[in-house]
């Protein structure tokens, strides 16, 4: 209890500091010209803020993550009617809860530090963005207390809360996480404001701080952010098992870990099938604001890294489902779907060929003279919106299609109407696939106020079919008969790799991301509002971001590693300690008994 | 197993690598764009030729004023109409207005004509986050103006104090000075003025017979407005006769009255008065009404002047829609 104690008293003395030094940096004495900018020596004040910023968001996004899927995970324990499988998925949700523990220090200190970078190198910004959102600078460390306090009581009452008790432990996991959306929606509205001001009269006076809060792009980032995080914590979680899966020493550990792999895994693809539909709104929201700054975002200097994102999202798909295909190898009678997986496999590369064109080529003048201008003549039609939203919608559809068979790999339906089920599926998913290429073709020969309007027809097919699916697919599922039990832990190590690999593209993706969602304000700390006036008031190449995010990317793997490596410590320690102790009782016992000779 | 994870941390670590590594060539090898802020155009009125005010103005359009972003000219762009020809369908747009007053207009006011099929989406160019100043609002419409048309935009309509530097923190608004006069009370006297001018907020004729005053603070300068109620005739803008309005107005005015009229006048930007958004025109601040001061841009357009000769021509002309040509499609109509 001491150890908790110290933790919490250092989180929550460390955050009370900041924002002790940010008012006093922020109450600058009047007639003293405020000081603008601070320069940060060597590497410079964007890099060292960028550095802060995005591991600070990468740690925030797997602490506020993690806790939405361990809760849900602990409830499926709980409503589990086999006792193994209760103590199953309890022992998941635990060791879910262990990497949150681990992580949420390293939150505190990078937020700390993201702040005292801010409050010094930024003083003037930090003191406007200050005096508008001050309410909430006061809010925001109790509400981070509060979870800190319920994380700390969630995982150290888990032995304690069990039986009987166990409500009160899944009500601490659902406070921890209501905690933590309120933390995630209190930064949100920091940072979308930068975006899309609101409630401020024309001079940035404020007026209205529930506008300034709510602001058009502030719910569609909540959204967007909050299925981001589940993601990345599942991608994470799920490489965390891969690396104990690939270093396990025995066959339970390993069928464990693999387990614990699948599930991360599983979480992560399940939001992810999502996270476009979020991503697709808070576009639109961007263009409905302002849209100049939608189309610098999609059309301007940026448009070139929307084809890096779509080759990540491919990667992120093909891994994805490479890793299921490869599971359904230890699934007896999943070899049944083999051919649809090769099906699979060629649309996925496909819809990423599609996704990944360019609209204008990088060509020579000769190459454009010959191709008759920047577009090329066929690969020119598939690099606009009405093929790539296509392409989109198809892939997903298609990775959802590998989990069902995964579901279903073992299992025989016993239910009279199956043939017509899976008939009702195959309708449902082709009308699906129809209408989106219906739509996407149809969006070649109308205007494109007409076209944006189509890929909410795509979104709603897609969406509606996946639901509607999913719901057959429970209930001719249910009391299924059992080909053979899954062989968890009979995976070859390449299937790990997959797992890696997605957790990396998905981190990188996060940063690229968050430099798409920085950059459109280009030379604006708050967009229209206040203007950025340093040496650095330019928005850097694709290049120079590629080589920060691949830093911060790094830096964070390499924090994750070592903290996971402390946490392992600590594992070892606790098996030495039980060995010395069931040793130390032994050798009483045999005292008692006499049989001891020294 | 034993044997292969002795080293599976150091073949996680290189694997991590390897895939960062090849993110990274990638987005280092494809075009490489970088977003500069905008620079300030600043004109010396010496040696200032049209055609040199053009191609600021196009510099402008294609860089600082995003223009190119929605317009196109010579094809129907996505979002906003065709600009090829603007030049000579501007001046037949609105009656008793030049091409160029009507251009200013449209830029500033963009939303007060939508064209149908198009949605209202363009921004007032003179606002942030565009903030064009006053001289490149000019060379934007000698731009547009050569596009078909007759450049007017003369060096002496470029004001002499335009804003050089941008402004650093909130507002981003240009540099300003105190206006003495409460625009409150202005409003009030300004009841007279509805008899024929168009006034937000007061009120408009049956007939208007006097110019739309909706955004005269944005596109006149104080001295202006001064002068055009102490000596309505001397400059008339173009489509309206001269000695329409009573050149004994300013006379019979106060002091105290005729600066609170100034003053409130200068606060009719042509955005809606209840919006408090950034970007979408406002009424004066609480505060400044409250001190009887009104705040205003240093550096405001000057309502160019009439063209007698053609006002006769243009009275006689039909409208032919009331679409704003910069952001309305109804000019291919004209075509």
Known sequence: ?598 | MNGSNQFIGLKVVLFTLIVIGIFTYYANSIPQLESRPPQELSLSKENLTPEALVQAGKDIFYGKGTCALCHAIGEKGPRAPDLAGIGARAATREPGKSAKEYLIESLINPTAYVVEGYPPIMPAVNKPPISLNPTEILAVVAFLESLGGTVDVKPSDIPSETSATPTSVAPAAPASLKLPGNPEAGKAVAEVCVQCHIIPGVGKPRRPRAPDLSAIGAIATPDYIIESILDPDAKVVAGYPAGLMPKDFGEKLKAQEFMDLVAFLMTLKGGSPESSEPGKGAQPAEGQKKEGVQETKASSLPVPEAKPAETEKKEGAETQGSKNPTTGSEQNKSQ
């Open chain 1, 1 to 598: 209890m001491r150890k908790i104690n110290r933790k919490v008293f250092f989180i929550f003395s460390l955050l009370f500091f900041v924002i002790l030094l940010g008012s006093a940096f922020a109450q600058q004495p009047a007639g003293d010209q405020p000081m603008e900018y601070r320069a940060f020596p060597y590497i410079g004040s964007r890099q060292i803020m960028w550095i802060a910023a995005q591991l600070h968001l990468m740690f925030a996004a797997f602490i506020l993550g993690v806790p939405i899927f361990a809760v849900i995970v602990e409830f499926i324990g709980f409503y589990a009617r086999d006792p193994m499988q209760r103590l199953r998925y309890d022992k998941l949700a635990k060791e879910f809860t262990k990497l949150l523990l681990i992580a949420f220090s390293a939150t505190a200190i990078w937020g700390a530090i993201l702040t005292f970078l801010f409050i010094t190198l930024y003083p003037k910004f930090f003191n406007y963005l200050s005096n508008i959102f001050s309410p909430t600078l006061w809010i925001y460390p109790f509400l981070f207390f509060g979870e800190t306090f319920t994380l700390y009581l969630y995982w150290y009452g888990w032995e304690w809360l069990q039986g009987e008790k166990k409500k009160f432990h899944l009500a601490l996991g659902v406070l921890l996480n209501l905690f933590g959306i309120a933390v995630l929606f209190i930064t949100d509205a920091w940072t979308t404001f930068m975006m899309s001001p609101s409630g401020i009269d024309e001079k940035g006076n404020l007026v209205s701080l529930w506008k300034a809060i709510n602001n058009p792009l502030w719910m569609p980032l909540n959204i967007h952010r909050l299925i981001a995080n589940i993601v990345f914590g599942g991608s994470i979680a799920a490489a965390y098992a891969a690396f104990r899966f690939l270093s396990s020493k025995t066959e339970e550990e390993r069928a464990h870990y693999d387990w614990m792999g699948y599930i991360g895994n599983f979480i992560a693809i399940q939001a992810f099938i999502v996270l476009p539909f979020a991503g697709y709104w808070f576009g639109r929201e961007i263009y409905a604001f302002d849209q100049q700054l939608g189309i610098t975002m999609m059309g301007g200097f940026l448009s070139w890294l929307w084809i890096i994102q779509a080759i990540l999202i491919g990667i992120i798909f093909l891994a994805s489902n490479y890793y299921l295909w490869i599971g359904m190898e230890r699934i007896p009678g999943a070899e049944r779907y083999r051919l649809y997986t090769r099906l699979i496999l060629l649309v996925l590369v496909v819809g990423t060929l599609v996704w990944a064109t360019p609209h204008s080529l990088v060509a020579s003048l000769e190459e454009a003279r010959k191709m008759g201008g920047a577009h090329h003549p066929l690969l020119g039609v598939l690099g606009v919106m009405s093929a790539k939203n296509t392409a989109v919608n198809i892939m997903i559809l298609s990775t959802f299609l590998s989990f069902l068979f995964y579901r279903r790999g073992n299992k025989i339906s016993r239910v009279s109407w199956a043939k017509t089920g899976v008939v009702i599926q195959g309708l449902i998913l082709f009308l699906a696939a129809f209408i989106v290429v219906f739509y996407g073709v149809r969006g070649y020969f109308v205007e494109a106020i007409v076209r944006i309007g189509y890929s909410v027809y795509q979104v709603l097919a897609v969406l509606s079919a996946i639901i509607l699916t999913m719901i057959l697919d429970i209930f001719m599922l249910r009391n299924a008969e059992e080909i053979g039990p899954i062989r968890w832990g009979k995976m070859p190590p390449r299937s790990q790799y997959a797992l890696f690999l997605v957790a990396i593209t998905f981190t990188w993706l996060m940063g690229l991301m968050g430099y798409a969602r920085s950059a459109i304000r280009q030379h604006w700390h708050v967009y229209g509002v206040m203007r950025d006036t340093s040496p650095e008031a330019f928005s850097p190449t694709l290049g120079f971001a590629a080589d920060m995010v691949s830093i911060c990317v790094l830096l964070f793997f390499a924090l994750v590693f070592f903290i996971f490596w402390i946490g392992h410590l600590g594992e070892k320690t606790k098996i030495l300690e039980e060995r010395v102790e069931e040793e130390v009782e032994g050798i009483t016992t045999a005292k008692l008994k006499g049989g001891y000779t020294a």
